[in-house]
């Protein structure tokens, strides 16, 4: 599960933020429902599982806008300098050609013909009238190259600064959710303390059972160096907290442990868990290796790194720690090798 950072357009972004709201929106009016007396336990499960669900799906949508934000800052950033150069250029230009101007003006001010008859070296006023024409035609022509550049630049930060402006309110908009989902999270843990305690530890052996000490992980060899760095990484996450949007590395989501992990062995994961089912190539479940990352859910909401011997390590949701549990804890999406 997963909290974080987006953009192409303000297009593509809106369906990105719409679909966090939504998801958001649904968890939210989902956990609302729960009764404030104590339901049967089975529907407290299914309740709150869920809910999980939900907040994971709207946490990875609310991290790709994160991303993307990003990404815009430092393209609306180069492109500030740019036009930042551009300017300078440009200033530097308008001094020369104002200086050059003033020049003409001052010898050439009256008719040319009557300038020579006046200047005392004939020979010199003709050469030097002669490279100052030069010099004003190649400087004017590249003053209107660089004026229309700074044209095109200026409408590119407009734009940029604009989709930014967008990005920053909708993913206000996500955050304040994503506040009342976590409210409303809490309400349900509020619920689930309140059952009678059999009842909260059937519940709890019900949903998934996780371990923070080293299970048998058998004798599977890393598809590769990096995947054994980014495992060795991994393990020392162990019992760190599952934090919103966090990639460590004190504490993570879903898909900001395998980001983490794998910066560790020296290379870039996306940030979001569906961008990191195609960050290579994938593979059967059947034919995992230990390194190889298993998203989860039909959209890939849930992402976990294979440990072998049917065990994964991964931050699983608000309240639980970064843990052990079996890759088939939930239905697997895809296996992908990094």
């Not at 929106?25 to 407290?44: E, F, K, N, Y």
């Not at 994160?66 to 990404?71: I, N, R, W």
């Not at 050439?108 to 050469?127: E, I, K, Q, R, W």
């Not at 900001?256 to 960050?279: C, I, K």
Request: charged share 25%.
């Amino acid at each position: 599960m997963g909290s974080h950072r987006r953009l192409a357009s303000p297009s593509g972004f809106n369906r990105g933020a719409g679909t966090a709201l939504c998801a958001l929106s649904a968890a939210a009016a989902a956990l609302g429902a729960v009764p404030a007396s104590a339901a049967p336990h089975a529907d407290t499960k299914a309740e709150v599982d869920r809910l999980y669900e939900q907040a994971e799906e709207a946490t990875e949508a609310f991290n790709k806008a994160d991303e993307t934000a990003d990404t815009l800052r430092r393209e609306v950033g180069d492109s500030q300098d740019r036009i930042a150069r551009q300017q300078q250029r440009i200033n530097s230009m308008r001094e020369t050609l104002g200086s050059l101007a003033g020049a003409q003006y001052r010898s050439g001010g009256v008719d040319p013909s009557l300038a020579l008859l006046f200047s005392d070296d004939p020979d010199d006023y003709l050469d030097k009238a002669s490279v100052l024409d030069r010099i004003t035609v190649h400087q004017t022509g590249e003053l209107r190259e660089l004026e229309s550049a700074m044209r095109e630049l200026a409408q590119e930060r407009s734009e940029a600064t604009q989709k930014l402006s967008e990005l920053e309110k909708s993913r206000k908009a996500v955050a304040t959710h994503k506040k009342t989902v976590e409210k409303k999270l809490a309400k349900a843990r509020q619920l689930l303390n309140s059952l009678p305690s059999t009842e909260r530890a059937a519940y709890d052996r019900a949903s998934r059972s996780g371990r923070v000490e080293i299970p048998d992980l058998g004798n599977a060899v890393p598809s590769s160096a990096r995947a054994a760095a980014a495992m060795a990484a991994a393990r020392t996450a162990l019992g760190k907290p599952y934090v919103w949007g966090a990639s460590g590395p004190t504490g993570f989501d879903c898909s900001g442990l395998m980001q983490w992990s794998y910066a560790q062995a020296g290379v870039h994961l996306p940030r979001t868990s569906q961008a990191q089912r195609y960050a290579g190539h994938q593979v059967p479940l059947s034919q995992a290796q230990p390194g190889d990352l298993v998203t989860y859910r039909s959209d890939a909401s849930h992402v976990a790194m294979y440990m072998g011997n049917g065990q994964v390590i991964h931050a699983p949701y608000p309240g639980a720690p970064v843990r052990y549990d079996p890759v088939g804890m939930m239905p697997v999406s895809s296996v992908t090798r990094v």
